[in-house]
């Protein structure tokens, strides 16, 4: 059973929580996330997302699945955006990141992501977050923060989606001046 729960993080800050997805399981829990997904970002066309990702869920995949999503989702970024590993440690350990705009190819990239990365997060960034700075500088300021405080204090999004552990759960972090849409309708 899917279900949302919303916080105060702080005084300029919201969190809400979606949890209870099975989605390597339930094909009506993926549409779901999906319409979550399109409830957020359907006044955002065409706007660039930035993607933070760790690792590969290698408990959910064989080899020849893992083996064709390593070389699948990375030509799905770069033929719609970009995608970089910036950190290698062996095939399956790794940190990239990618940007990809938000139109037709938007959704089932962000599914499959969902899918195939242990850990990712996402957001539209403000004008004053260049792809360059994020790419030198976003791993340093996030490493340890597991809500991203510390990038909404340098006024660099306004918003950001986060995948839980095994993706059965989504968290929305906030501005309080950010009108998040009602995804509850969704459910």
């Known amino acids: 059973m899917i279900t949302i729960k919303k916080t105060i993080i702080d005084k300029n800050l919201l969190k809400t929580e979606v949890k209870g997805f099975d989605i390597c399981n339930s094909n009506n829990d993926l549409n779901i996330l999906r319409k979550i997904f399109e409830t957020i970002f359907k ?13 590969e869920d290698i408990l959910f995949f ?12 990375p030509k799905q970024f770069n033929d719609n955006g970009e995608y970089i590993v910036v950190r290698m440690r062996d095939e399956s350990m790794f940190d990239s990141f990618a940007r990809l705009k938000v139109d037709e190819n938007f959704y089932n990239i962000l599914l499959w992501s969902w899918r195939y990365f242990y850990a990712m997060s996402f957001f539209i960034p403000n004008t004053n977050l260049t792809w360059e700075y ?7 300021f996030t490493q340890k923060d597991i809500d991203a405080i510390s990038i909404f204090k340098m006024n660099y999004i306004d918003m950001i989606c986060i995948k839980g552990m095994d993706g059965d759960q989504l968290t929305i972090v906030h501005k309080k001046s950010y009108i998040l849409p009602d995804i509850e309708k969704n459910l």
Do not use: G, I, P, S
């Open 62 to 73: 064989n080899y020849d699945e893992l083996a064709y999503y390593r070389n699948f989702l």
């Open 134 to 140: 994020f790419v030198q500088n976003y791993y340093e």
């Open 43 to 55: 006044n955002f066309t065409l706007k660039t997302v930035f993607f933070r990702f760790r690792a």
